[in-house]
């Protein structure tokens, strides 16, 4: 019987180590098997502009309105990265706060003028409940994004 419950307790083990993307799916998942910091992606965008990568870390925010995108943290302070899905492809929920995600999709970059920032800025202000001080838009901005293809959180 003890070599039983160790036969099922090794099978057991082995299928967990097997499939270390257990958690909820969202959109077509993750097939990528090499992950990209988030950090190298924001220090050197250029480099990842138009390929598809696989980041990790914590789910730092949610969009509140219709659970499009997500912000996953980098592996260094203070920097996150959003990742934009089309609306109604995937539902990201709110109770993603504070879980750990690995994201799949394409890198891009937004350039928006002087006027499209203002916009952007107060539009962010507006959905974080922040003031927005339209004298902190100096100039244009260059957003790097990832466009969402699938996701599994834990």
């Known amino acids: 019987m003890k070599k039983f419950f160790l036969f099922v307790f090794a099978l057991a083990f082995i299928a967990s180590t097997i499939n270390a993307e257990s958690g909820k799916k ?3 998942g993750v097939s990528l098997k ?6 190298d992606i924001l220090e050197n965008p250029e480099e990842f502009i138009g390929k598809k990568v696989r980041v990790e870390g914590m789910v730092v925010d949610v969009c509140s309105k219709r659970g499009c995108w997500i912000e996953i943290a980098s ?3 203070f920097q996150k990265i959003k990742v934009k899905v089309n609306d109604g492809e995937i ?15 394409e890198v891009y970059e937004i350039k ?3 006027e499209d920032a203002l916009k952007h800025a107060e539009h962010e202000a507006e959905e974080y409940g922040k ?14 994004q990832i466009k969402g293809l699938g996701a599994v959180v834990k």
């Open 131 to 144: 003031k927005f001080d339209p004298e902190s838009i100096t100039g244009p901005v260059t957003l790097y």
């Open 91 to 105: 539902v990201f929920p709110m109770e993603l706060k504070g879980k750990t995600a690995v994201v799949e999709g």
């Open 112 to 114: 928006l003028s002087k």
């Open 34 to 39: 090499e992950k990209t910091n988030v950090s």
């Open 75 to 77: 592996n260094k302070e």
């Open 26 to 28: 969202y959109g077509k």
